[in-house]
């Protein structure tokens, strides 16, 4: 038999571990998935995250030919369901739908409740829909200088809602009052189902929350846009001025959304999904979905949601500390 030297035999060991490995990977990503998905989401049934969670998984589940389950699991400011998917099994069979939380609550919450960029893989940017300000029909401001006049006439006397403390829409919202020297008072929601209808309702005056969650309301005539926070004007409210518009350039803001999988989910699975979504949102059915309800599908790469999430983690760490945000 013939005698190898021990480099050679380092070499050889490493060279066969290689190909296990790789195959390894090559049966992950052909046996899979091979039972149902299910896909966390962070908030309760019927509000934006999980509108489009629904149109995200009915096209991915007939790509990867099972079915995608949604599993609403919200609370504590969807630090339930980020903490577990965290936890679950890495085989790409437990998934989070999640939302700009997911990078504010690093900041937010002490001590720091997960690392996102450490305990989660991202899989794909879904999508974004900008945040608006919306008023309850019957109010007396048209506009943002019409509130900023009844604000500073009447110091911290008008509220408005947010879908919960550190949500995008209240970081939003927070910036703006700065910025415009006004004082309203934050009315916080588990969710921004139950907030619009307070609004609309007329028991609270105001609301920050994504254009998707409003959209209905605003058809119907019981909210009115006061200003859009995207840097042009939404398609579903041509009539609404923007942010800038309205005088406070550089304080765009939009609710992204994203998939994210446990850190340890094998490679050959989250490209396999990456995949599969990129596909599902180039799809006309998914991407007019999106839009009818106000959002705009982001096929992008998997660097692209990396650097994201990284850059969000940065800027909300700042606010949370400027502007002393505190949880629920």
């Known amino acids: 038999m013939r005698a190898f030297s021990p480099v050679r035999r380092t070499l050889l060991a490493a060279a066969a571990g290689a190909t296990a490995l790789s195959a390894s990977g090559a049966w992950a990503q052909a046996g899979y998935p091979d039972r149902p998905i299910n896909l966390v989401v962070g908030y309760s049934a019927g509000g934006a995250v999980d509108a489009v969670a629904r149109t995200l998984g009915q096209a991915l589940g007939a790509s990867l030919g099972q079915p995608i389950i949604i599993d609403n699991r919200p609370g504590a400011g969807t630090n339930i369901a980020?903490?577990?998917?965290?936890?679950?099994?890495?085989?790409?069979?437990?998934?989070?739908?999640?939302?700009?939380?997911?990078?504010?609550?690093?900041?937010?919450?002490?001590?720091?409740?997960?690392?996102?960029?450490?305990?989660?893989?991202?899989?794909?940017?879904?999508?974004?829909?900008?945040?608006?300000i919306a008023a309850n029909a019957n109010v007396p401001y048209r506009n943002i200088a019409?509130?900023?006049?009844?604000?500073?006439?009447?110091?911290?006397?008008?509220?408005?809602a947010s879908p919960g403390n550190g949500s995008t829409p209240h970081m939003a919202a927070e910036?703006?009052?700065?910025?415009?020297?006004?004082?309203?008072m934050h009315v916080p929601y588990k969710g921004g189902a139950q907030a619009v209808t307070d609004v609309a309702s007329g028991q609270v005056p105001l609301i920050a929350m994504n254009a998707l969650e409003v959209k209905p309301l605003v058809g119907s005539?019981?909210?009115?846009?006061?200003?859009?926070?995207?840097?042009?004007?939404?398609?579903?409210?041509?009539?609404?001025?923007?942010?800038?518009?309205?005088?406070?350039?550089?304080?765009?803001?939009?609710?992204?959304?994203?998939?994210?999988?446990?850190?340890?989910?094998?490679?050959?699975?989250?490209?396999?999904?990456?995949?599969?979504?990129?596909?599902?949102?180039?799809?006309?059915?998914?991407?007019?979905?999106?839009?009818?309800?106000?959002?705009?599908?982001?096929?992008?790469?998997?660097?692209?949601?990396?650097?994201?999430?990284?850059?969000?983690?940065?800027?909300?760490?700042?606010?949370?500390?400027?502007?002393?945000?505190?949880p629920d």
């Open 175 to 184: 910036l703006f009052t700065h910025a415009a020297g006004i004082d309203l």
């Open 82 to 132: 980020v903490k577990y998917v965290i936890g679950a099994k890495p085989d790409g069979h437990t998934l989070l739908m999640a939302a700009n939380a997911l990078a504010a609550n690093m900041a937010l919450y002490k001590p720091q409740p997960f690392d996102a960029e450490t305990d989660l893989v991202a899989v794909s940017l879904v999508g974004r829909v900008p945040v608006v």
């Open 146 to 160: 019409d509130l900023i006049a009844a604000a500073k006439a009447r110091p911290g006397t008008i509220s408005f």
């Open 221 to 326: 005539g019981r909210l009115k846009v006061l200003a859009v926070l995207s840097p042009e004007r939404s398609p579903i409210f041509p009539d609404a001025p923007t942010i800038a518009e309205s005088g406070f350039k550089g304080f765009e803001s939009s609710v992204w959304y994203a998939v994210m999988a446990p850190a340890k989910t094998p490679m050959p699975i989250v490209e396999r999904l990456h995949a599969d979504i990129q596909k599902a949102l180039k799809l006309p059915e998914v991407r007019e979905r999106m839009s009818a309800v106000g959002g705009e599908a982001m096929p992008g790469s998997r660097d692209m949601m990396v650097r994201l999430l990284h850059e969000e983690r940065v800027r909300y760490a700042k606010l949370v500390r400027e502007a002393n945000i505190q």
